[in-house]
Antibody, heavy 119, light 110 residues
Framework: EVQLVETGGGLIQPGGSLRLSCAAS????????MNWVRQAPGKGLEWVSV???????YYADSVKGRFTISRDNSKNTLYLQMNSLRAEDTAVYYC?????????????WGQGTTVTVSS | QSALTQPASVSGSPGQTITISCTGT?????????VSWYQQHPGKAPKLMIY???SRPSGVSNRFSGSKSGNTASLTISGLQAEDEADYYC??????????FGTGTKVTVL
């Protein structure tokens, strides 16, 4: 079964760091475009970052320079390193896979992990 | 990276047809056929309903269809059913090699 499971969320003080993990099963992370998407409480979806199968990475302006997306091929896991966290980073964070074979559209989503930035 | 513009809410009676618009710019919707639509029920992860403007993933009802004209994409739901009540988001690839989501539309089945 194709599945994504996020872990690593929690309560963190402003200025702190957190690393989210997204373990994949049923497919190979490194062969797909993989995304992080977040949703603040009561708000809409916000795209955060993507890592392409070739390794290129891109970020939303709101997180550029603070967040880093990466993957561990041996663990078939996607990561999001979040530094210099702010209150406005509080959200449910989802990892999501783009359709295989280069199609654009996120067809597999995790259940989400909650990040709360507060003192 | 401004969010794509969607109506805040759309409603319809069971069996009716509704359309949700998604307006962007020449840097996103207007330049690419990489527009997708997602359905999200409360407390759940989003579900892909349409990709690349008008393609449906396997398992998605053919009551859902997508189109695009210029800088505006649209999602049409025909034969509206109670289970279609949810939030809907559009998304587009952008000229910055990024994605942008729409503001979201709450669909209410009367």
């Amino acid at each position: 079964e194709v599945q994504l499971v996020e872990t690593g969320g929690g309560l963190i003080q402003p200025g702190g760091s957190l690393r989210l993990s997204c373990a994949a099963s049923g497919f190979t992370v490194s062969s797909n475009y993989m995304n992080w998407v977040r949703q603040a409480p009561g708000k809409g979806l916000e795209w955060v970052s993507v890592i392409y199968s070739g390794g290129n990475t891109y970020y939303a302006d709101s997180v550029k320079g603070r967040f880093t997306i990466s993957r561990d091929n041996s663990k078939n896991t996607l990561y999001l390193q979040m530094n210099s966290l702010r209150a406005e980073d509080t959200a449910v964070y989802y990892c999501a896979r783009d359709l295989p074979s280069g199609y654009y559209g996120m067809d597999v989503w995790g259940q989400g992990t909650t990040v709360t930035v507060s003192s | 990276q401004s969010a794509l513009t969607q109506p805040a809410s759309v409603s319809g009676s069971p069996g009716q047809t509704i359309t949700i618009s998604c307006t962007g710019t020449t840097s996103d919707v207007g330049s690419y056929y990489y527009v997708s639509w997602y359905q999200q029920h409360p407390g759940k992860a989003p579900k892909l309903m349409i990709y690349e403007v008008s393609s449906r993933p396997s398992g998605v009802s053919n009551r859902f269809s997508g189109s695009k004209s210029g800088n505006t994409a649209s999602l049409t739901i025909s034969g509206l059913q109670a289970e279609d009540e949810a939030d809907y988001y559009c998304s587009s690839y952008t000229s910055s090699s990024a994605y942008v989501f729409g503001t979201g539309t709450k669909v209410t089945v009367l």
